[in-house]
């Protein structure tokens, strides 16, 4: 059976929860394990949602956006700048810089180590996970964090002294 529960909301992703938990209790009955397993987790992710719906934060967050510390919320360089700087395109696309676009960024990771630069760039230009800069780089999780937030903080000093990184 198919239900079409349109645009994603609160009330939808309750009636999902819902209709899960009874297709859960129906295949405790009949289905097999790895069925029970496939709805236990679609039960799981409504419940998930669900809890970030209506408390407006992400479930298991100890602090909210708004309480935490300047480096975790602040993105010095505009990620989809970063983006288009790491891609490297002329193609004339919106997202695609100018010349002095690149010269800002150019100038704010010159002032970087090597190791922050590119534990930076492929955190925030090519979007990968930590853990998967630490896999790819063969040093800890924890070593890549610490590189980043000392780019961010370098970053961020540079921002309030140098001419070429405002606006």
């Known amino acids: 059976m198919i239900h079409d529960l349109g645009a994603a909301s609160l009330q939808n992703y309750k009636m999902s929860l819902r209709i899960a938990e009874r297709a859960y209790r129906l295949a405790h ?49 505009d990620p989809l700048r970063m983006q288009a ?29 090597e190791r922050e630069r590119d534990c930076y760039t492929m955190a925030h230009g090519e979007c990968f996970s930590f853990q998967e800069i630490a896999d790819f780089l063969g040093i800890s999780k924890g070593t890549v964090e610490e590189y980043i937030e000392r780019a961010q903080r370098k970053i961020s000093e540079d921002l309030q002294s140098s001419l070429f990184l405002i606006g």
């Open 29 to 77: 009955k009949r289905a097999d394990a790895d069925d029970k397993k496939v709805i236990s987790g679609m039960i799981s992710d409504c419940e998930y949602i669900i809890e970030w719906l209506e408390t407006g934060r992400r479930p298991g967050n100890k602090r909210g956006i708004e309480r935490r510390a300047a480096y975790q919320r602040e993105k010095l360089v």
């Open 85 to 113: 700087y790491v891609r490297n395109t002329k193609a004339g696309g919106p997202s695609n810089l100018s010349d002095w676009e690149r010269f800002q960024i150019e100038d704010a990771l010159s002032r970087l180590s």
